[in-house]
């Protein structure tokens, strides 16, 4: 597997708001400079670019993780964003996620991955793709 710098900040700038970028590589680097050139170098230069998946099916996968992890609600608030407003999923594909989700994953952390998708759209879905 090729890991590139140039296409993970490629994706990241095509992905992500420079804030939310910001945000999270400052969060990495504070106490370990250079820990977030892993992330793009490895993750979205690496992982990210491989064959076999779209990113709607990568996205889906990255929010059945963190809603199963718990505990990561502002990286999952993010994945919702990115899957509607980059990676062509509506709303309430991402609720249906959630709710394939909830035998699997309980109750509670069904209800916690809801309220990271009012995070990421204080608004409702009105509006959203």
Known sequence: MDLSMDKGHRFVEETQSPEGAAAWKHQLDEFAPGASDW?????????????????????????????????????????????????????????????????????????AAMRCMKDAFPDGPLGRP
Do not use: W
């Open 39 to 111: 992330v793009v170098g490895a993750v979205f230069g690496g992982t990210y670019q491989r064959e076999g998946l779209e990113l709607r099916d990568r996205q889906m996968l990255n929010m059945a993780g963190l809603a199963a992890m718990g505990g990561t609600e502002p990286q999952l608030t993010g994945h919702i964003k990115t899957a509607v407003d980059v990676a062509g999923m509506s709303v309430e594909d991402v609720a249906e996620c959630f709710v394939h989700l909830m035998p699997y994953i309980g109750v509670p952390k069904t209800l």
